[in-house]
């Protein structure tokens, strides 16, 4: 009996198949290993006391709140995928049997199978569509998650320049303040003795205390900076950092501007996100096409002694929408040219970004070059001149004070050009997706 009801009954397989059927489309396997690769690096690693600004990038890639957010989205939006290349029906089991008389036998007793009423079954093609659009936003999420990365290591590199230049201008501060403090010094002496008048004196005074209170600011900047930059590293706000106390060594750029402008076109993940998305977007036109197609139902029945069996198709025609289902249309291929307007906008933006980007950072090129090989030696030659003058007795000791300002005030300035060339460095970076010193994230 039960190879005559297995035998008679070959819908039911069928049936299963179609409501278990499930689209993986091709690239979500890579995709996934990718995911999974990429969620290896959220290892904690020991920060040294005096951490290099790629250590503090380490600490920050492994630890970082909003990037570990960022990767996470990533993997929720993988396992749409087979969510929406599955079949939303589910198997439906019946069991009957009709009573005459209070008897009931093998005859009248019914089993059935039977997708969901509640849920079609969709074709093939349907489930195809969805899971290709579902695939293309996933990768949309990793490029947002290799964007999240740059602009991640662009805030911590803009952070620790703000850090490290506050620590050196208060140093630089300190020095003005000291030898401010001896001018005031030398005034009173000559004020005492005629040789200089009293608002000279006032003067002085005045200079010192708003040095003082440039310092004072300077160092009540100190600590925000440190809660900043270590909010970015997964750190307490309190937790101690030593300042560095001189800049690393300038990195070169490798490229020239057209190349750079290539790469970013290229390469840029918030631009390869939207390319991803506009071919979801293709995809969710496609699909919206697909609703013409009818969805069906199928059901089957035996008795459990194999002598009748009973088969339902039911097709679920959507007559009654075709306005609706070329609104559908119309609406997703609006949003894809909604998207690939958005897409060339975004590309401009980021070109122009770029090409300011790099004006900033030439310029700064030019003017350190200026600093550091003419004009700061030059200041460093009047200082040591005027204290040959001085110890020999031809100027006094103000005009060696005021030349040694001059030198503090060049290396002020010096300092700023570094950290602006820092910051412009890592939006580049972040721009082109690509890391200077030899890395790719």
């Known amino acids: 009996m039960l190879k005559t009801i297995t035998f008679r009954f070959p819908l039911i397989a069928l049936l299963a198949m179609a409501a278990g059927c499930v689209v993986h489309p091709d690239g979500e396997r890579d995709l996934r290993s990718l995911a999974d690769n990429a969620g290896k690096t959220f290892t904690k690693p020991q920060l040294p006391e005096n951490a290099t600004p790629q250590q503090l990038l380490e600490f920050a890639m492994s630890n970082s709140g909003e990037l570990q957010q960022r990767y996470w989205e990533w993997r929720s939006a993988i396992e749409q995928i087979p969510q929406d290349g599955s079949q939303t029906a589910s198997l439906n089991f019946t069991a009957g049997a009709t009573i005459t008389r209070g008897r009931s036998g093998l005859s009248s007793t019914m089993l059935g199978l039977s997708n969901d009423p509640m849920t079609d079954i969709k074709v093939p093609a349907k489930l195809d569509a969805g899971a290709k659009q579902a695939l293309q936003t996933a990768r949309a999420a990793g490029q947002r998650f290799i964007k999240a990365r740059f602009d991640l290591r662009t805030k911590v590199l803009q952070a620790y320049y703000e850090y490290a230049l506050n620590a050196q201008l208060i140093d630089l501060e300190q020095s003005n303040l000291g030898l401010l403090q001896t001018m005031v010094f030398v005034t009173q002496s000559r004020n005492r003795a005629g040789a200089a008048g009293q608002q000279e004196v006032l003067k002085a005074i005045d200079e010192a205390d708003l040095s003082r209170n440039d310092l004072q600011n300077m160092r009540s900047q100190s600590p925000a900076e440190l809660a900043a930059l270590n909010a970015l590293l997964g750190r307490p706000a309190d937790a101690p950092l030593p300042p560095p106390r001189q ?9 020239s501007d057209d190349q ?4 970013a076109k290229r390469r840029n993940p918030e631009l390869l996100a939207e390319a991803d998305e506009l071919l979801a977007r ?8 697909l609703q013409y197609i009818p969805d069906f139902n199928l059901s089957g029945s035996t008795d459990l002694m194999g002598i009748t069996q009973s088969i339902l198709g039911q097709a679920t025609i959507p007559l009654f929408r075709h306005d609706a289902i070329e609104a559908a249309i119309a609406q997703a291929q609006a949003n894809l040219k909604s998207s690939q307007s958005m897409r060339r906008q975004a590309g401009d ?10 004006a900033s950072l ?30 020999a007795g031809r100027e006094t000791l103000l005009d060696l004070l005021d030349s040694q300002r001059f030198l503090i005030s060049i290396r002020r300035l010096a300092a700023n050009l570094k950290a602006e060339r820092g910051k412009r460095l890592a939006d580049i970076e972040a721009i082109a997706a690509v890391e200077f010193n030899g890395g790719r994230t």
């Not at 293709?282 to 096409?289: S, V």
């Open 247 to 255: 800049f690393p060594s300038p990195t070169a750029i490798q490229y």
């Open 260 to 263: 750079l402008l290539d790469l």
């Open 282 to 289: 293709q995809q969710a036109i496609r699909q919206a096409k």
């Open 349 to 358: 933006d980021l070109a122009a970004q770029l090409v300011a980007d790099l």
């Open 362 to 391: 030439r310029d700064a090129d030019r003017q350190l070059v200026l600093f550091e090989q003419t004009i700061e030696p030059r200041a460093q030659r009047v200082v040591d001149l005027d204290r040959s003058a001085y110890e």
